[in-house]
């Protein structure tokens, strides 16, 4: 079965600094990989995805996240965050062909000023 | 943008009511998904349907639940006979055809039983 670790619950990061945030997943293949935000009172918004190609992907907001196959993993970055990222940030995955999604706990992202 | 909207945004009901939460997908996308997070855990799939028939079902989704795409633009999630645990937010999402198609989320139901 496929699971998702995310294993910060809680990040808090300046105005300005970078942010990594990590995400570690299980699956028997290659899945299809997601970051979603959730902002308070809102849906889930897609910031990125791989299936497959350039392990380096780019998302919107200056979101970017890089697949890791020897690590398992799919750590989001941002070179610098603006105070409208605080948000709670969902690393997801899909087996290819996909059509369910399975989920992290998320993690909370804070900014400070 | 097109996006999924989600009706009420907010429902409380007692224990053993029945609720039925309600979706209006992405106009031409063909699968439809309901997930759910209580509070403090993860979001967890609960649902996916397509060609007007569930395509899977996680084992959360027993025989007190129940989906039905009644016209061509509502997608809906009822429950039977709500229990306590099923206190949580519901998110629906829809996707177009294509296998790396996007799922896109609505802005979710809180659902309270009291």
């Known amino acids: 079965a496929q699971s998702v670790t995310q294993p910060d619950i809680h990040i808090t990061v300046s105005e300005g600094a970078s942010l990594e945030l990590r995400c570690n997943y299980s699956y028997g293949a290659t899945p299809y990989l997601f970051w979603y935000v959730q902002s308070p009172g809102q849906g889930l918004q897609l910031l990125l995805k791989y299936f497959s190609g350039d392990t380096l992907v780019q998302g919107i907001k200056g979101f970017e996240a890089e697949f890791k196959r020897s690590q398992s993993s799919f750590n989001l970055r941002k070179p610098s965050v603006h105070w409208s990222d605080a948000a709670e940030y969902f690393c997801a995955v899909g087996p290819p062909g996909y059509s369910t999604l399975t989920f992290g706990k998320g993690t909370m992202l804070l900014v400070s000023p | ?114």
Not at chain 2, 87 to 93: E, H, I, K, L, N
């Open chain 2, 1 to 114: 943008e097109p996006e999924v909207t989600q009706t009420p945004s907010h429902q409380v009901t007692q224990m053993g009511q029945e609720v039925i939460l309600r979706c209006v997908p992405i106009s031409n996308h063909l699968y439809f998904y309901w997930y759910r997070q209580i509070l403090g855990q993860k979001v967890e799939f609960l649902v996916s349907f397509y060609n007007n028939e569930i395509s899977e079902k996680s084992e959360i989704f027993d025989d007190q639940f129940s989906v039905e795409r009644p016209d061509g633009s509502n997608f809906t999630l009822k429950i039977r006979s709500t229990k306590l645990e099923d206190s949580a937010m519901y998110f629906c999402a829809s996707k177009g055809g294509r296998s790396t198609d996007t799922q896109y989320f609505g802005p979710g139901t809180r659902l309270t039983v009291l």
